[in-house]
């Protein structure tokens, strides 16, 4: 891991905020150079913390657009965040009209969500988190704590490529016997910059079934990162939601009252 650090160190200082658009999906598809042995001084739980760390800094404020694309129709959509450490993030939607003011407030494993339309916020129950949020291929366990993998699996690295300039690792998540996670497996790509790439889900039986790809890398707020995301559920690829982060500013001070019910119903977009 000193050794990804290092590389990482010195690609920050000659000058990753000059590069905006540095991927784009196509090399994704091109065949990897595989290495023979693992490295032994990478440490899985490190990079995937890093991983999640990249995102969200100490805290964030993002400016955002979705995608819902469907063979006969698709709906584009606003979207401002705010994060918080690990456990807390606000999102709320500003265009179109008709959706402007629904939000979704996370607490750590609690989640509202507030309709502006009917005034009121409800606590999600256990048995809503599967459904899809907001009509997207996202449902509200995907959005679920980001730090769950450092809690809930069993961190196992499985797989190293060499990408270009970059080493990409491949590693597994296995829930713990008693976790209170869905999926028998996920699977994270991450680059040696810490840009999560890839992440797959797997059902109980370990048959691959949805899949959130990176379609665009570049810098925003000093950091680079995927700034552009599809989710698709594979057995119907036609069908897939895509997110993309058009501006964002990390380490910002946010006061503790953003992330209770009362900011969830407030409306605040800035």
């Not at 995102?55 to 918080?84: C, E, I, N, Y």
């Amino acid at each position: 891991m000193q050794n990804i650090q290092s590389r990482w160190r010195s690609r920050v200082i000659m000058g990753w905020m000059g590069v905006l658009l540095c991927m784009q999906a196509g090399w994704l598809g091109a065949e990897p150079e595989s290495v023979a042995e693992l490295p032994a001084d990478v440490d899985p739980t490190e990079l995937v913390t890093r991983a999640i760390d990249q995102t969200r800094g100490l805290s964030s404020f993002a400016h955002m657009s979705m995608l819902v694309k469907r063979p006969d129709w698709q709906r584009s959509s606003s979207l401002v965040a705010w994060t918080r450490g690990r456990e807390e993030s606000l999102i709320r939607f500003t265009a179109p009209a008709r959706d402007a003011g629904n939000a979704l407030l996370k607490q750590g494993n609690k989640m509202w969500t507030f309709n502006p339309k009917l005034n009121r916020s409800i606590r999600l129950p256990n048995s809503m988190m599967s459904q899809s949020w907001a009509g997207s291929d996202f449902s509200y366990n995907d959005l679920s704590r980001s730090d769950k993998w450092l809690h809930h699996y069993n961190l196992h690295l499985k797989a190293v490529d060499q990408q270009g300039e970059h080493k990409v690792y491949t590693v597994d998540a296995v829930p713990l016997e008693d976790a209170p996670v869905v999926w028998g497996k996920e699977q994270m790509v991450i680059r040696d910059d810490f840009v999560l790439l890839e992440l797959t889900y797997f059902d109980q039986d370990l048959v691959p079934l949805k899949q959130m790809r990176s379609l665009e890398v570049g810098a925003l707020g000093g950091r680079m990162m995927a700034i552009s995301m599809r989710m698709v559920n594979l057995d119907e690829p036609d069908k897939y939601t895509e997110v993309r982060y058009d501006d964002m500013d990390f380490d910002v001070t946010l006061e503790d009252r953003m992330f209770t019910v009362f900011s969830l119903q407030s409306g605040r977009t800035n």
